[in-house]
């Protein structure tokens, strides 16, 4: 039973760039939610996605962007890169948009601005 | 807006020492809370959670409480082993806030032999 995949593991970009980051959710999942992890800290809450729309969305602007396939697999979009967006990217997924439904994590994808 | 805390920030210990790692949260309008293990540039394991209606779940060497009137929850390890040392993370679902985690900056946590 396949787990929560993302791709690629590790990457990097310079200040400007766009760059996607891929999740495939755990066999049986429908919804992915992104989360941005910065050294040091905790996740932060992007956004949720569920029957190809997002459902939630945290505090991040624009630059920002998510699209959800119709095998439930997602992409996370950022463009105009800065500094700041350098941080470890999860991807979580779960059976549907309730809070009892438990979110399972991928092991991240390690995104770094130069 | 909910935010999360975890004290302390780091934690070293010998081997073999029980330990207490502390979470606290502003709004106790809590779904439920979780507590998750995270090791070096890895994903979220999922530890224990703990429902809103609940006082504490235990897994193992592990027991974690909850006092939502307090806003306030602890992770307990007994008997620390050096395969313990990882970054520990809790995190709420707020009532009515849907489906996302809100989480606490983390403890790292060092198990010395």
């Known amino acids: 039973d396949a787990g929560v995949t993302q791709s690629p593991t590790h990457l990097i970009k310079t200040r400007g760039q766009q760059v996607t980051l891929r999740c495939s959710p755990k066999s049986g999942h429908d919804t992915v939610s992104w989360y941005q992890q910065a050294l040091g800290q905790g996740p932060q809450f992007i956004f949720q996605?569920?029957?190809?729309?997002?459902?939630q969305r945290g505090n991040f602007p624009d630059r920002f962007s998510g699209h959800q396939f119709p095998n439930y697999s997602s992409e996370l979009n950022v463009n105009a890169l800065l500094l700041g967006d350098s941080a470890l990217y999860l991807c979580?997924?779960?059976?549907?948009?309730?809070?009892?439904?438990?979110?399972?994590f991928g092991d991240g994808t390690r995104l770094s601005i130069l | 807006k909910q935010e999360v805390t975890q004290i302390p920030a780091a934690l070293s210990v010998p081997e073999g020492e029980n330990l207490v790692l502390n979470c606290s949260f502003t709004?106790?309008?809590?779904?439920?809370l979780q507590w998750f293990r995270q090791d070096p540039g890895k994903g979220l394991t999922s530890l224990l959670l703990i429902q809103s209606s609940q006082r504490e779940q235990t897994s193992g060497r592990l027991n974690a409480s909850l006092d939502k009137s307090s806003g306030r929850s602890t992770l307990y390890i007994a008997a620390s082993q050096p395969g313990d040392s990882a970054t520990y993370l809790c995190?709420?679902?707020?009532?009515?806030?849907?489906?996302?985690?809100?989480f606490g900056t983390g403890t790292q946590l060092k198990v010395e032999l």
């Open positions: 709004d106790s309008a809590i779904y439920n």
């Open positions: 995190a709420v679902k707020i009532t009515g806030g849907g489906n996302k985690l809100t």
């Open positions: 979580a997924s779960s059976l549907g948009t309730e809070p009892y439904n438990p979110q399972h």
């Open positions: 996605y569920y029957e190809e729309e997002e459902r």
